[in-house]
């Protein structure tokens, strides 16, 4: 990379943390002077104001995400040795899960256009011990959870939503974390909505569910102090859960952000590239902007040597990778996905400059190409 050019970071926590990083180091000290680091005020105080900004009776913090989803499962009542379908174009974490929670994976495949789970796929891959789906609502834009739902119920399946990108996103009227019967999110750092270190939740209309879920988190324990079941330590800690409440304020006005800078640069790439043919995407969160392009490594070089931070989202789809090689659950579109997307620049803080570079850099990489994107696989 040419040391001279001006860096475009892919995520740019620190123009957010120049907007906000007064209320949050208050929120920090406050906990601070608390002296109350494990459980107490801030964490409810978080649960409840996230579960009302999704729509949902409860919210229950985690320590990250992943375990959101493994405890998740394991209280929406998945049994081991239970199948579990799972997209093939997501990140490792939502089938690591399922194997945390003693489940078998089966991978299902992928739309071309959107990258969201494929139920014709879903539908193949069933069978007679499949007892849970996890669609995941994947770069912010959510899953058709009218048509999961339906499939779901037709099959008496356990839905957990995977929401780790899709704070905020909704479809249909529907929202991100509220439809199925938990749903999961992560706070990384890098997220729309991220703490200052690992974080997360599980989100439920279900009082049983969330019942379950907050003793699985605290080693079993209820408020008496007796351990009902063996569990685990899984708690968000208070000075992740005031961070998170300071974020989550701005959390909409970040998202209406996201959605100006997506809109400009759908308005000014080249057709060929883009994937948004899904979901109406004034609904979604837009947490990566990935585009499809033949050479995708040879396209990220050249980005980079222009001084655009680029990532790949993913570069392996799970069935190919080495923890969850498994030819049986081959899912072509999302190994086409893997060899082709690529995610731009994409966070609350782009401004127009930055969205005329990163046009620019992709147009002009395409031209040294001499390429445009082929059709995706279908």
């Not at 102090?225 to 000075?239: C, T, Y």
Request: aromatic fraction near 4%; proline fraction near 4%; charge should be negative.
């Amino acid at each position: 990379m040419n040391r001279s050019v001006d860096i475009l970071p892919f995520v740019d926590l620190g123009a957010q943390y120049a907007e906000i990083g007064t209320d949050v180091e208050a929120a920090m000290l406050r906990v601070c002077r608390s002296l109350r680091y494990v459980g107490g005020e801030e964490v409810d105080a978080f649960e409840a104001a996230f579960a009302a900004h999704c729509g949902a009776e409860h919210a229950i913090g985690m320590a990250n995400g992943t375990d959101a989803l493994e405890l998740a499962l394991v209280a929406a009542g998945l049994q081991p040795g239970d199948e579990v379908l799972v997209p093939g174009n997501t990140f490792v974490a939502t089938a690591e899960a399922v194997h945390a929670a003693r489940g078998i994976v089966r991978f299902v495949d992928v739309h071309a256009d959107t990258g969201l789970i494929d139920l014709d796929s879903a539908a193949e891959r069933r069978t007679p011990a499949t007892r849970a789906i996890i669609p995941v609502h994947l770069y912010g834009r959510m899953v058709d959870m009218k048509a999961i739902m339906t499939f779901a119920t037709s099959h008496d399946l356990i839905v957990v939503e995977d929401a780790a990108q899709a704070h905020g996103a909704r479809r249909g009227g529907l929202a991100a974390g509220t439809v199925g019967h938990v749903g999961c999110f992560s706070f990384y750092p890098g997220k729309n909505l991220g703490a200052l270190g690992d974080a997360g939740a599980a989100t439920t209309n279900d009082a049983g569910i969330a019942d379950r879920l907050r003793l699985l988190r605290d080693h079993g324990r209820r408020g008496d102090g007796n351990h009902a079941v063996i569990a685990r330590n899984s708690r968000l800690d208070p000075m992740q859960a005031a961070v998170l409440a300071v974020k989550l304020e701005h959390l909409d006005r970040w998202s209406q952000a996201r959605r100006s800078s997506a809109r400009a640069l759908r308005e000014r790439l080249v057709p060929a590239v883009l994937d948004w043919r899904g979901s109406d995407p004034l609904e979604e969160v837009h947490h990566l902007f990935p585009i499809l392009v033949d050479d995708r490594d040879t396209m990220q070089a050249g980005l980079r040597e222009r001084g655009i931070m680029t990532g790949v989202h993913y570069r392996h789809d799970l069935p190919s990778t080495l923890a969850f090689a498994n030819g049986a659950d081959a899912c072509p579109v999302a190994a086409d996905r893997a060899l082709r997307q690529l995610s731009l620049p994409m966070h609350a803080h782009l401004d127009e400059v930055a969205i005329e570079r990163i046009t620019q850099g992709v147009e002009e990489c395409m031209a040294a190409q001499g390429a445009t994107s082929s059709s995706p696989v279908s």
